[in-house]
């Protein structure tokens, strides 16, 4: 995961500055300086070749595929000027991005490694399903409480806490895997 944690820190080092120095200057240090009353889908998309360069591996399309549906789904109900985003909304956004990292990783890592499923596409949408609702369950607990303290929040616990999730879910699914055979 290690595109995506790249990723995430420099996510986490955007929030900061929105925090620290206000929404404008954190957009001027990224050279988007006038953007701070567009949605903020939409300054999300100009910061995306920042936060998830592209390239050519796997880690990196997962992470830049994260990142792209965690866009899509900030301005899901009513597009928000990125200026006016609360604390809360960030950190939902940055919570968001991580465990859609951590979906593709698995999702990825089910082909990589052959675990059969059910034949049935019903059962697989449930499946996955369940993994989503589980992944985005465990991000919630196992990382909101440190994005309150977010000036002194570790990069090494993110990543600890973010394997620790991973491992789980590829651990859920893997049993699912069995189940079905």
Known sequence: ???SLASGGKLLGVVRDF?????VEALR???LQGMADRPASEVFLAMLEFLCPPGGAID???SRQAML???AN??????TPFEELAPAQLSEFFLDFV???IEGRVIADIGARGIALSPEVAAIERTHEQLHDFIQGCCRVHLSGLLTGLEALNGREVEQRSNEIYEAAFGLI???GEEAR
Request: no cysteine; net charge negative.
């Open 99 to 101: 465990a859609l990292s």
């Open 69 to 71: 549906e965690a866009i």
């Open 29 to 31: 240090r990224l050279d």
């Open 174 to 176: 893997s049993e699912a």
């Open 60 to 62: 990196e399309a997962i």
């Open 1 to 3: 995961m290690g595109a």
């Open 19 to 23: 925090r620290a120095v206000g929404p």
């Open 74 to 79: 900030l301005d899901r109900d009513v597009p």
